[in-house]
């Protein structure tokens, strides 16, 4: 029974749309145009989705400019899908090509802004890799010396972080596809199953509920408590005793959940159970604390403040939430240091967590649309009290 | 039935075998360390494995010194984690940190170098990417004045292509996992499947077959025969006459296998049996030019010679095979332009792909060990007649 699935894609307003955004700010910015070369930003202007982006191999650029429709330059493996998208100019080459791997077609098309001694913004930021060897860069750098580089990262996050309404019914659809595969934990998992195994069930069963791909999930059980929450699955068997945790990136059509579940084995500690209560009451303060106006500090310090009942440093993750999207983990950052507005169509993860005992901890996560009137949860609630396999 | 698997993880011998190669590198070359960022690199000379690399959000580092062991400085999250490995010396800083993630203490780490004036290495060529953000690099680079960047992506792509014996048992594994993921498709698949459904299938049955995930999968299916090789899937049902492509990596203990199969949906015409036994033919050319000795040039005119029979311009992929390993796509490249000497122990993929009719493409590829009398296939063989559903 998988949830029923919105439309693939988007109409070419949305991806004009979205431009539009980004060429008013680059006017306000004094740009004359975006270059970018992520995943996430490529497919967020043009709609071009592949795999292929797990091949470290090719470069891919697209350029925003000031007025017009973005320019694609792109290795011809590309082109045929490329040529799917609103885009009309598309520029490609035979790669890989260790000589010039898209560097003069680059060249080519910046030439004319350098020679006008114009600004251009790329994203050299918080949060951002430059995904293109370092070599070709500095060889661009050098051959457009008139060029000046401005950095466009806040810029370009902060368009991302506001969804429009279709990518929120994207993002409602695989969190509701996370949530029945969490559902389905109790019935497909039981004591005695080695976590690897615990794995490959859930995420077979997050394909069969009609996830696209499940190509994040870290987790981990230990008893009494566990203490690391980013490793890959160990084959010991689950055992009574055991807390278990599972933290899944399911996709669907591009657009990823990012929460988590809390199980105990057989039986669970007192201390278990009151991390998990004051965890889940947390998120409750972070709930009622996501209303447009509010920044993600004020969000912060409202689930921190619920933490330190048990936990006054706050655990080591370095943040309680931070923005979900075309990538698992996206801007903003639940933290004393991010004072992003809250905005009506933000989604955000709520991730409180804490450490307790002798060196245990747990996380809890949400995922959430921020609305005028404060958050609507797009994941179904954690239960109250942890569930017992 | 799973092939039976090996054992999980290195001994601490692997690792400081691979470091000592690259530090007899590192003198060679006047290098007093190397600076690492990325995923493969990092899991390479540590053993480090996490999921978490999906997160965009935080920078991780790894510098081996001319002597001694790696010293990493990475975000506290991963802490726990890299008190598993071999390492001793394990720096850490609470991240997310935009104003500081983790230079200060790269600073500090590098600074003495910087004073002696010394070079270090990072990998700046060709098929790397900068993994932490531009702005902080350019920082790092100002803040230490004295400090010599060296170009060692030829060096650490060199050390990597040559696999030992424990990682050729994991390409193997993964390898057979692939290959009776591939047997079971004429079983799971069916005319008036939908091809998004397909993907479904193949994932959960690869998980069924052992593998740990299944990240890479494109492919295609259209009628007559295809025309992209990179795309997501359509809703599109199967049809009879349909050419269905599917490409995989699959990976198991962060090992890769890549290759993909053909399928026909209930007939098949001339054209496209005669462009998969021209591809048929050109993999056993590859597989017999795939000696020590040999360049990935050799291999590429070998393939490329049966491939003219259809197409002497040898389609739009750019290459006709490459390295495989921690990475789906890794170093050499079996194209024109890469000298590249075959050596025993490495594993490559054979890639022949051709363009045939009007506008219609194919794809075959198999996965190798060079060996010191010539190449072992480490996936089951394509059939040599293509499999009509």
Redesign the interface.
């Known amino acids: 029974m998988q949830p029923s699935a919105p439309e693939?894609g988007f109409p070419e307003a949305e991806f004009s749309a979205r431009t539009a955004k980004a060429q008013d700010r680059m006017i306000q910015d004094g740009l004359a145009g975006l270059l970018l070369m992520t995943e996430p930003e490529v497919t967020y202007f043009t709609g071009f989705?592949?795999?292929?982006w797990?091949?470290?191999?090719?470069p891919w650029f697209l350029f925003v400019p000031a007025a017009g429709k973005p320019i694609a330059i792109i290795?011809?493996?590309?082109?045929?899908?490329m040529h799917q998208t609103w885009l009309d100019d598309i520029r490609t080459w035979?790669?890989?090509?260790?000589?010039d791997?898209g560097i003069s077609l680059l060249t080519d098309l910046l030439a004319p802004l350098a020679k006008a001694g114009d600004r251009i913004g790329?994203m050299?930021?918080?949060?951002?890799?430059?995904?293109?060897?370092?070599?070709d860069?500095?060889r661009l750098v050098v051959d457009l010396p008139g060029l000046h580089i401005a950095?466009a990262?806040r810029m370009v996050q902060h368009l991302r972080m506001v969804k429009s309404e279709a990518e929120i019914e994207k993002l409602a659809h695989i969190c509701a596809i996370g949530s029945a595969t969490f559902a389905r934990v109790p019935d497909i998992v039981s004591e005695g199953m080695p976590l690897?195994d615990v794995?490959?069930a859930f995420?077979?069963e997050a394909?069969?509920q009609g996830a696209?791909?499940?190509?994040?999930?870290?987790g981990t059980a230990a008893p009494g408590g566990y203490?690391?929450?980013?490793?890959?699955p160990s084959?010991r068997p689950l055992q009574a005793g055991d807390v278990m945790m599972l933290d899944t990136?399911c996709v669907w059509d591009g657009y990823f959940c990012d929460f988590d579940r809390n199980w105990a084995i057989g039986h669970v500690t007192d201390a278990t159970r009151r991390a998990y209560d004051t965890l889940w009451r947390a998120t409750e303060a972070g709930l009622e604390a996501a209303i447009p106006g509010n920044t993600c500090k004020n969000l912060f310090r409202a689930m921190s403040e619920v933490i330190a009942e048990i936990d006054p440093s706050g655990g080591?993750?370095?943040?309680l939430g931070?923005g979900l999207g075309l990538?698992?983990?996206e801007q903003p950052?639940h933290?004393a240091?991010d004072e992003t507005v809250l905005e009506d169509g933000m989604v955000l993860t709520l991730e409180p967590s804490l450490s307790y005992g002798s060196g245990l901890m747990m996380v809890h996560e949400e995922n959430i649309v921020v609305r005028k009137h404060g958050a609507e949860l797009l994941t179904t609630r954690a239960p109250q009290s942890l569930i017992v396999i």
């Open positions: 693939r989705q592949t795999l292929f797990q091949s470290p191999t090719r290795p011809e493996i590309g082109a045929e899908l035979s790669a890989p090509c260790p000589k791997d790329v050299k930021g918080h949060e951002t890799q430059l995904r293109m060897p370092l070599g860069w500095e950095d990262t690897e794995f490959r995420r077979r394909l069969a696209d791909n499940a190509p994040y999930l870290v203490a690391d929450v980013i490793s890959p084959s990136g080591d993750i370095g943040r931070h990538q698992l983990t950052s933290a240091f």
